[in-house]
């Protein structure tokens, strides 16, 4: 099956600073990719849809200015969680969909961020 | 707005038992179901895909179907293996965006 590749896996930061992580899909180009957020024991939470080329879709009371999401190529989307505090501690996880809007979604294998 | 409901949240099972999780939706106009497999502290892995012309999908001991009509799907696992322990999570797409059930957590005991 297809891969996407999550980058780093587990990220432990002081508060205030920026964290990045990276999204791959790495054998099918994909012009739409997904992020997402998971709290313990819970089901994940939509944060934004990242279009290839275009300003991302945030989903209500997602603050745009604290994740910033680019999508620059085909196959990479980054999340930069901005100024981090200890409550954006979270497993993020981002999918990338292959070909069509009915096409399988694959999903990367998380980050888990810690702000100390 | 699209909803999904899994249940039951969690169960468990002797090895060996054949068992059925339900996934029920309330916007049948879907372009696909799909059947995900999440381990703790990992990311989702797919292990059924079911487009909205389909009634199943079958990979190994799983199978899924699913009923648009009346908003459900199910996953049955046969023959079940402490190695399906494991979190089941099923998603709707419709309009690019896939909305998730809350899961259901599976234990298998040897």
């Keep these: 099956g297809a891969v996407v590749s999550q980058h780093p896996s587990r990220v432990i930061c002081k508060s205030g600073t920026s964290v990045k992580i990276e999204c791959r899909s790495l054998d099918f180009q994909a012009t739409t990719m997904f992020w997402y957020r998971q709290f313990p024991k819970q089901s994940l939470m939509l944060m934004a849809t990242s279009n290839e080329g275009s300003k991302a879709t945030y989903e209500q009371g ?5 994740f910033l999401i680019n999508h ?6 980054t999340l930069t969680v901005t100024s981090a505090h200890p409550e954006d501690s979270s497993f993020y ?3 990338a969909r292959r070909t ?17 | 707005k699209q909803e999904v409901t899994q249940i ?7 090895e060996g038992e054949n068992l059925v999780l339900n996934c029920s939706f309330t916007d049948s106009a879907i372009y696909n179901l799909q059947w995900f497999r999440q381990d703790p502290g990992k990311g989702l892995t797919s292990l059924l895909l079911i487009q909205s012309s ?10 899924a179907s699913l009923d648009k009509s009346s908003g459900r799907s199910t996953l049955y696992i046969a023959a079940s293996q402490p190695g399906d322990s494991a979190t089941y999570l099923c998603a709707v797409n419709d309009e690019g ?14």
């Design chain 2, 54 to 63: 389909q009634r199943e999908q079958t990979s190994g001991r799983l199978n």
């Design chain 1, 93 to 95: 996880i981002c999918s």
């Design chain 2, 97 to 110: 965006k896939s909305t998730f059930g809350d899961g259901t957590t599976l234990t298998v005991k040897p």
């Design chain 1, 62 to 66: 997602v603050e745009k200015d604290k």
């Design chain 1, 100 to 116: 069509t809007v009915a096409g399988e979604l694959f999903f990367g294998e998380g980050s888990r961020l810690t702000v100390l």
């Design chain 2, 8 to 14: 039951p949240a969690a169960l468990s099972v002797p």
């Design chain 1, 72 to 77: 620059a190529s085909l196959t990479l989307s």
